[in-house]
């Protein structure tokens, strides 16, 4: 009976030195878990400052080449300052209260978040659109400066 009750013991005891080690794994791996979407949050935090910030320089680009004071002109430069404004905030907000801020602000002005959207959008659009039409005006007069015809010249 005694080996019987040792080998119960002895059991028993395995038993709750195997949940332990259990725990411990189970938390060891749900810290690990936890630290690494952590990064990857902080990662994809820091690039959406840095791109919302690059917006905010191409929108302050757009509106210096557009004509001083006239109302589209401002409604750029006001838009480039709530992008930069919004870098500025995502840069400084912790990750798990970005997407909830986010959330808030469309609901409390969804007219305004919209806009927004909207502005930035045509002027990074509008941007690209004269970015790309004067690198084909530049290579077409790079070639009429070097006295090549269309024939001679190389496609884009």
């Known amino acids: 009976m005694s080996d019987m009750?040792?080998?119960?013991?002895?059991?028993?005891?395995?038993?709750?030195?195997?949940?332990?080690?259990?725990?411990?794994?189970?938390?060891?791996?749900?810290?690990t878990a936890t630290s690494t979407v952590q990064e990857q949050a902080e990662s994809a935090k820091d690039a959406l400052a840095n791109g919302a910030a690059s917006k905010a320089?191409?929108?302050?680009?757009?509106?210096?080449?557009m004509t001083e004071g006239a109302p589209h002109t401002e409604a750029v430069e006001a838009a480039a300052a709530r992008v930069q404004a919004f870098a500025d905030k995502v840069r400084t907000t912790d990750p798990a209260n970005l997407a909830a801020d986010t959330a808030?602000?469309?609901?409390?002005h969804p007219?305004?978040?919209?806009?927004?959207?909207?502005?930035?959008?045509?002027?990074?659009?509008?941007?690209?659109?004269?970015?790309?039409?004067?690198?084909?005006?530049?290579?077409?007069?790079?070639?009429?400066?070097?006295?090549?015809?269309?024939?001679?010249?190389?496609?884009?």
């Not at 002027?123 to 004269?130: I, K, L, N, Y």
């Open 5 to 31: 009750k040792s080998v119960r013991e002895t059991g028993k005891e395995t038993l709750k030195k195997a949940k332990s080690t259990a725990k411990t794994g189970a938390k060891a791996l749900r810290d």
């Open 57 to 65: 320089e191409q929108l302050h680009a757009v509106a210096d080449q």
């Open 104 to 108: 808030e602000l469309a609901r409390r």
């Open 111 to 156: 007219i305004a978040a919209l806009s927004v959207a909207a502005l930035a959008g045509f002027a990074v659009g509008r941007f690209v659109r004269s970015s790309g039409r004067t690198l084909d005006q530049q290579a077409t007069d790079t070639a009429v400066d070097h006295g090549l015809t269309p024939d001679q010249r190389i496609p884009s």
